[in-house]
Nanobody, 116 residues
Framework: QVQLVESGGGLVQPGGSLRLSCTAS?????????VDWYRQAPGKVREWVAR???????NYVDSVKGRFTVSRDNAKNTAALQMNSLIPEDTAVYYC?????????WGQGTQVTVSS
């Protein structure tokens, strides 16, 4: 059974940084997964944030370009979201989402709060 587990969330002041990790278990083909990061702020719909494809192609939503960096380490079955220059509007629960073929998997989410 494939599971995705996020970690690394927390409380940070505006301008600070956090690094989120997404670790996959129960699969030996993580290198074939497309990995997306989503976030959901209170009272808002879930928003797509970034993608790193199985081939390493990377895309970001405009609001995080230049501040967030997505990466992956297939040997460790992990993906990461480095978040710099955080602003209060980045406050949300962040989710890792993996797709391979017709299968998709969500992590449980990790809370990121940006506040002084």
């Amino acid at each position: 059974q494939v599971q995705l587990v996020e970690s690394g969330g927390g409380l940070v002041q505006p301008g600070g940084s956090l690094r989120l990790s997404c670790t996959a278990s129960g699969t030996s083909i993580f290198n074939y997964f497309n990995v997306d990061w989503y976030r959901q702020a209170p009272g808002k719909v879930r928003e797509w944030v970034a993608r790193i494809s199985t081939g390493g192609k990377i895309n970001y939503v405009d609001s995080v370009k230049g501040r967030f960096t997505v990466s992956r380490d297939n040997a460790k079955n992990t993906a990461a979201l480095q978040m710099n220059s955080l602003i209060p509007e980045d406050t949300a629960v962040y989710y890792c989402h993996g797709t391979v073929g017709t299968q998709e998997y969500w992590g449980q989410g990790t809370q990121v709060t940006v506040s002084s």
